[in-house]
T-cell receptor
Framework: DGGITQSPKYLFRKEGQNVTLSCEQNLNHDAMYWYRQDPGQGLRLIYYSQIVNDFQKGDIAEGYSVSREKKESFPLTVTSAQKNPTAFYLC???????????????FGSGTQLSVL | AQSVTQPDIHITVSEGASLELRCNYSYGATPYLFWYVQSPGQGLQLLLKYFSGDTLVQGIKGFEAEFKRSQSSFNLRKPSVHWSDAAEYFCGSRDDKIIFGKGTRLHILP
């Protein structure tokens, strides 16, 4: 089945530690996104990538990093510089290529990150 | 700058009553707008989207939304809500990136 997979479902981070959240899609989508969800804050865009080997900062990129070495993978690293990392992280993908009429975000099931 | 505003954080309606969730956008060109729903313990599901054409858009689960350029709005409506509609609703827009409002949590009274 085609879809978007996030792992792990739950993740714990110690002080000063970097952690990486995985996001894989087999939908052959060009565009991928990372969102952070906090109660009352909605979905805030961290980073997005419209094509392999290219990505752009979203609205809250500080303390995060990403890579897009493969079309199907868009891992997110939460660095020690992110002082308030506890949140629910959602990865999404879309067909991209400016085909807005076909645009639809496919979301993963999310990763809950907590600080120990 | 591209932005989406959902003025209502919480909305409570009685089962069977009509519903309208507000969404305002800030956008320079023709907007691409959509609504997603997130039910408890479930992922996000697309309800409907607008890109061009008819400004009244029909979606799934009996929802519709109307694009009003003069008001920069894309409000979501349903004529009669069901208890299963209790969820969080997100309005969003697409330019070079896809962004969302802060969401409106819908509570249903029996």
């Amino acid at each position: 089945d085609g879809g978007i997979t996030q792992s792990p479902k739950y993740l714990f981070r110690k002080e000063g530690q970097n952690v990486t959240l995985s996001c894989e899609q087999n939908l052959n989508h060009d565009a991928m996104y990372w969102y952070r969800q906090d109660p009352g804050q909605g979905l805030r865009l961290i980073y997005y990538s419209q094509i392999v080997n290219d990505f752009q900062k979203g609205d809250i990129a500080e303390g995060y990093s990403v890579s897009r070495e493969k079309k199907e993978s868009f891992p997110l690293t939460v660095t020690s510089a992110q002082k308030n990392p506890t949140a629910f992280y959602l990865c999404a993908s879309s067909i991209g290529q400016g085909l807005a009429t076909n645009e639809k975000l496919f979301f993963g099931s999310g990763t809950q990150l907590s600080v120990l | 700058a591209q932005s989406v505003t959902q003025p209502d954080i919480h909305i409570t309606v009685s089962e069977g009553a009509s519903l309208e969730l507000r969404c305002n956008y800030s956008y320079g060109a023709t907007p691409y707008l959509f609504w997603y729903v997130q039910s408890p313990g479930q992922g996000l599901q697309l309800l409907l989207k607008y890109f061009s054409g008819d400004t009244l858009v029909q979606g799934i689960k009996g929802f519709e939304a109307e694009f009003k350029r003069s008001q920069s709005s894309f409000n979501l409506r349903k004529p009669s809500v069901h208890w299963s509609d209790a969820a969080e609703y997100f309005c969003g827009s697409r330019d070079d990136k896809i962004i969302f409002g802060k969401g409106t949590r819908l509570h249903i009274l029996p």
